[in-house]
């Protein structure tokens, strides 16, 4: 059965520093989503992309986050500098298009710790 | 805008008993729901979702849940808890395709199955 790949999936980091992290879709996927989930909380969106155009990055903190998915397939969200407040599990999803975004497949996330 | 609220961050069920998670929310129009159950450090998995039609709806590992309109509500049950229920339970909302397409969260319910 075809699955969302995450990578990594734990990352300890000083604040800071500058953190990445990938996602790779199921395969013919053409949107995106990334997510980040606080702990005791739920999933907020981050960014979702169709094909390789942003379509809702309202959520994003753009001073230093930043995500790309250069060729419409795999993703990449990025964090420079750190801060202590970005601790968190980062989850990517994909799905068919956004005609039918209620069917978000999600990967198993990349739980970042920043000290 | 949309919201989601779940009542009880933590349920608590001896196997074998009834499973209730509530989920109330609130909608501008007749939104699209969805419940996600997601295992430690796993990321989430689609459990079951209402659409349009039919407002009881089966979902997968026993659970299902019911649409009530009046009620604003959406609430999961289950006959009968099992061990490996033991997670969290996420609610979603959407509103349907022509009004945007971005899932709103609920903060989530920790169910703990006790032998």
């Known amino acids: 059965e075809a699955e969302v790949a995450q990578s990594p999936r734990y990352k300890i980091t000083e604040k800071s520093q500058a953190v990445a992290f990938w996602c790779d879709p199921i395969?013919?996927?053409?949107?995106l989503y990334w997510y980040r989930q606080i702990l005791g909380q739920g999933p907020e969106l981050l960014v979702q992309?169709?094909?390789?155009?942003?379509?809702?990055d309202s959520q994003l903190p753009k001073d230093r986050f930043s995500a790309e998915r250069l060729k419409g397939v795999d993703s990449t969200l990025k964090i420079q500098p750190a801060e202590l407040g970005d601790s968190a599990m980062y989850l990517c999803?994909?799905?068919?298009?956004?005609?039918?975004?209620?069917?978000?497949?999600f990967g198993p996330g990349t739980r970042l710790t920043v000290t | 805008a949309q919201s989601v609220t779940q009542l009880g961050s933590h349920v608590s069920v001896s196997e074998g008993a009834l499973v209730l998670l509530r989920c109330n929310y609130s909608?501008?129009?007749?939104?699209?729901l969805f419940w996600y159950v997601q295992y430690p450090n796993q990321g989430l998995q689609l459990l079951l979702k209402?659409?349009?039609?039919?407002?009881l709806v089966k979902g997968i590992n026993g659970f299902e849940a019911e649409f009530k309109k009046s009620e604003t509500s959406f609430h999961l049950t289950k006959p009968s808890a099992h061990m490996s229920d033991a997670a969290e339970y996420f609610c979603?909302?959407?509103?349907?395709?022509?009004?945007?397409?971005?899932?709103?969260f609920g903060a989530g319910t920790i169910l703990r199955v006790k032998s």
């Open positions: 979603a909302v959407r509103p349907p395709m022509e009004y945007g397409n971005k899932l709103v």
């Open positions: 909608s501008s129009v007749p939104p699209y």
């Open positions: 992309f169709q094909d390789e155009s942003v379509v809702d």
């Open positions: 395969s013919g996927h053409a949107t």
């Open positions: 209402y659409t349009t039609g039919a407002t």
């Open positions: 999803a994909s799905s068919l298009d956004h005609v039918s975004s209620y069917e978000q497949y």
